[in-house]
């Protein structure tokens, strides 16, 4: 595999999802009370996005580089859903297919 290629290939273990246009897909959070809030790519876009610097790390084929990020930030996602999450929480993230977690 070429990892030096631009864009870099993409490597999954899990299946992969099913072909979407980008304005159909939604992020779905759950809260502690087990609120559901469903935010889509539009509302995504009307976020401030930020561009930053940030480390990118792969630990099984033992490469980082520091890529510029453009992207939203989850606190901002949280407070567009009417999440009120306090900054030292712990978070779980799902994929849409339920094959992958993590936490933070």
Request: proline share 8%; glycine share 4%; charged share 30%.
């Amino acid at each position: 595999m070429d990892f030096d290629a631009d864009p870099m290939p993409v490597l999954s273990l899990f299946p992969l999802p099913l072909v979407r246009r980008l304005e159909q897909w939604e992020v779905l959070l759950t809260d502690l009370e087990g609120q559901r809030p469903v935010i889509g790519w539009a509302e995504l876009e009307r976020l401030t996005r930020v561009r930053k610097r940030t480390p990118l790390v792969c630990q099984i084929f033992n490469w980082h580089k520091k890529p510029q990020m453009d992207a939203v930030r989850l606190a901002d996602v949280l407070k567009a859903t009417g999440i009120d999450a306090p900054e030292d929480g712990y978070f779980y993230f799902y994929s849409a297919d339920g094959l992958y977690w993590e936490r933070t």
